[in-house]
DNA sequence: TTTCTATTTTAGTAATTAGTTTAATGTAGT
DNA sequence: ACTACATTAAACTAATTACTAAAATAGAAA
């Protein structure tokens, strides 16, 4: 694997690798939310969502639209999806 | 996908996004090397190299053996050996 | 034993990241 | 206009992480 490869993933991972930013990625798997849903299942303030989120829209993971004055995210990339079917896969024992 | 889950992958992932570290896991993918072997690829110190390698040991995604005075490390975890595949397949543009 | 080589550990500092608080922005409804 | 609500931005402190250099450990060979 080449060294730019290896930035653009390890970039990519260091985005999901804190707990609050994987759990927003779970939910915003098979559903749109806004900032205050997620605020809700997360359990912290909406400025702390709001910083995670931004980081995931800058690594390009997410993104959002406008609807009155809530902000809905949701999943872009969907090579985003098929890395968290695997890693479900693999660590989180079938039932 | 449970918080228990949430919080053992997201370790995961911290430990494996370093572009050291995932560079290392690259070059354990399909062989054994010692660490003056990972020094001379990875470009760093001994030490650094060493204290990487630590991090990945205490995640249980690689082993080592002795041999000499040489240590052997390799993937253990065949689970990693998957995910990189899969990141492989999905953010390295197949030829 | 001494010496060399490979690796690890420790200690220190620099750099990055995370979370809180507060202020600011934008939008809908009255 | 004003008020209420949702979200973002800025500023700051605390905590974590990364890298370097030096000392320590362990084994091989002389």
Redesign the interface.
Known sequence: ???E??????????S????IR??IL?LLRDQELSVGDIRNQVKTTNANVSQHLNILRNQGIIDCRKDANFIYNRVTDP?IT??MK???E???PHK
């Open positions: 694997m080449e060294t490869h290896i930035d653009t993933l390890s970039k990519l991972l260091k999901m690798s804190h707990p994987l759990k779970c090579r098929e890395l695997t890693m479900q693999l660590y989180c």
